[in-house]
């Protein structure tokens, strides 16, 4: 599984970015992955943002996200996005895109980080 992450950039508070990751994988690995997204502020450990069942559908978010940003699936470009609303200073971070088999702890591959700075 191979993973591309792309869509960071520099906005202000309260504009949106679209975050997007390329996922490579064979077609019965599709059907069993789990993708996420986690974020790394400066001087902080990596967190959890928010993620999705590949197959099902199912999502989780993070409270410090919830109601700002969504995350969705696309099968016809094999890609995951995050929707990100409402931006806040304290989001500014590199996201990571990462996939896995487990649901609670989908961490088995990673792509690059794309950096998101919310400022005026």
């Known amino acids: 599984v191979q993973l591309q992450a792309s869509g960071g950039g520099l906005v202000q508070p309260g504009g949106s970015l679209r975050l997007s990751c390329a996922v490579v994988?064979?077609?019965?690995?599709?059907?069993?992955?789990?993708m996420a997204w986690f974020r790394q502020a400066p001087g902080y450990e990596r967190e959890f943002v928010a993620r999705?069942?590949?197959?099902?559908?199912?999502?989780l978010y993070a409270d410090s996200v919830k109601g700002r940003f969504t995350i969705s699936r696309d099968n016809a470009r094999n890609a995951v996005d995050l929707q990100m609303n409402s931006l806040k200073p304290e989001d500014t971070a590199v996201y990571y895109c990462?996939?896995?088999?487990?649901?609670?702890?989908?961490?088995?591959?990673w792509g690059q980080g794309t950096e998101v700075t919310v400022s005026s």
């Open positions: 994988a064979s077609g019965r690995t599709f059907s069993r992955l789990t």
């Open positions: 999705i069942n590949w197959r099902e559908g199912r999502t």
């Open positions: 990462a996939a896995g088999s487990s649901e609670s702890s989908p961490s088995d591959y």
